[in-house]
């Protein structure tokens, strides 16, 4: 007896379906119930589906069961919506059937979404991203949404709105609420936004990057019901940015609130990669800077986009070592040209006071250290 329990508990990891078949079948015989109630009960069980180690997915029989009785309950019609997340991922990849479909079956021009932070190096990234050719880059298309708590749904809506136009090359969203005033006029012509519009049968991709968009729910349902969307979370250390927003010219008016910063930072982390891993990367500004060429290869591979020799060379006109005429521009405050004979990423540790890195290592400990930035190792430079 003892022995054909130990076989048993040998075969058990190998045919898992018990867990899920009883809830399969106690979905069929739940009385009717509100649409809330099945999601919620729903996305509890598939929750535990999906966390099972892949090997172990391979021989779960949990698809089958909760089709059927899924189909067959009222309160979960319509069901195509969850069809997606029941099929089995694959473990060879970590790709579920319904990511496989929407990326390999993506039409040009492709659409990147670069999500950044003020004085992370969201501009010299976004130029790097557009190298190519018949690629488009819009430049901070939310600069001109102003008034608006960008963590209300009627900021999350506008913003919606204004990404999705610009995507298929429609200025009309932008236009009607930048007010077509002079400023806006002048940002036309530099930044991507100039008459005539892109066509998008002529383009590869659109490259949008945004600064003044928190991942809230809104945009993330906004983001899951668009599957063609790329994501590229661009991140900075966070005392690097407040050792940059502290220089900012009289004009600029970016908030050094490390907290703020830091707080919206791991709000979007966390929010982002609920995406599925082929929808997203998380690059580090500090390992643009320090391996720009290696960075921009292995991000062009995550657009499909090809990484020839004449996108490298215009990516390394960025990192030049000061013998060309763009030494002019390395100077500027919003410049995305870089002298690496005399750039330091890391320069705040000279540049902030240790009261400050300490204050700010305080406000973003977590952050930090989920983003693989060492913690307390500044030297006392008195």
């Known amino acids: 007896m003892r022995e054909k329990r130990e076989q048993e508990d040998e075969i058990r990891p190998r045919h898992m379906m018990v867990p899920y078949l009883s809830p399969s079948l106690k979905i069929f015989s739940l009385p009717l119930r509100t649409r809330r109630e099945m999601d919620g009960w729903m996305a509890h069980l598939i929750s535990r589906y999906q966390n099972e180690p892949c090997e172990r997915q391979r021989d779960l029989v949990l698809p089958g069961p909760l089709l059927f009785s899924c189909f067959c309950h009222p309160s979960l019609i319509p069901f195509p919506r969850w069809i997606g997340k029941l099929l089995p991922t694959s ?26 932070y ?62 077509k005033g002079k400023a806006y006029e002048n940002w036309k012509i530099h930044q991507g936004f100039a008459d005539p519009p ?78 599925s891993r082929q929808r997203r990367r998380r690059v580090r500004y500090e390992d643009v800077v320090e391996n720009p060429l290696a960075a921009m290869e292995e991000l062009y591979d995550f657009m499909n ?54 204050h700010i290592e305080e406000m973003c400990g977590h952050v930090l250290q989920d983003l693989g930035y060492p913690v307390g190792d500044v030297p006392d430079l008195e």
């Open 91 to 116: 473990c060879d990849n970590g790709v579920s059937w319904q990511d496989q479909t929407s990326l390999y079956g993506r039409e040009k021009p492709y659409k990147i979404l670069l999500f950044a």
């Open 198 to 275: 892109c066509v998008p049968s002529q383009l590869d991709y659109i490259v949008q990057k945004v600064i003044r968009l928190p991942a809230t729910h809104h945009v993330m349902d906004w983001l899951e019901r668009n599957p063609d969307i790329l994501v590229i979370h661009l991140v900075r250390d966070p005392r690097g940015i407040v050792n940059s927003i502290q220089n900012q010219p009289n004009e600029v008016n970016f908030k050094d609130d490390s907290w703020e910063i830091c707080d919206r930072m791991w709000r979007d982390i966390l929010a982002i990669d609920s995406l």
């Open 305 to 358: 986009i090809p990484y020839t020799k004449e996108v490298e060379d215009r990516i390394e006109a960025h990192f030049d070592r000061g013998e060309s005429g763009n030494q002019i521009l390395q100077n500027k405050y919003f410049s995305t040209y870089r002298n690496m004979s005399a750039f330091d990423p890391e320069h705040w540790r000279s540049q902030l006071e240790p009261e400050r890195i300490a």
């Open 118 to 179: 003020p004085r992370s190096g969201s501009s010299l990234v976004g130029s790097l991203l557009s190298a190519a050719n018949l690629s488009w880059y819009y430049f901070e298309p939310l600069f001109f949404v102003k008034n608006w708590d960008r963590t209300t749904y009627n900021y999350s809506k506008r913003a919606e709105e204004i990404l999705e136009s610009l995507f298929h090359c429609d200025l009309s969203k932008v236009d009607a609420e930048s007010g």
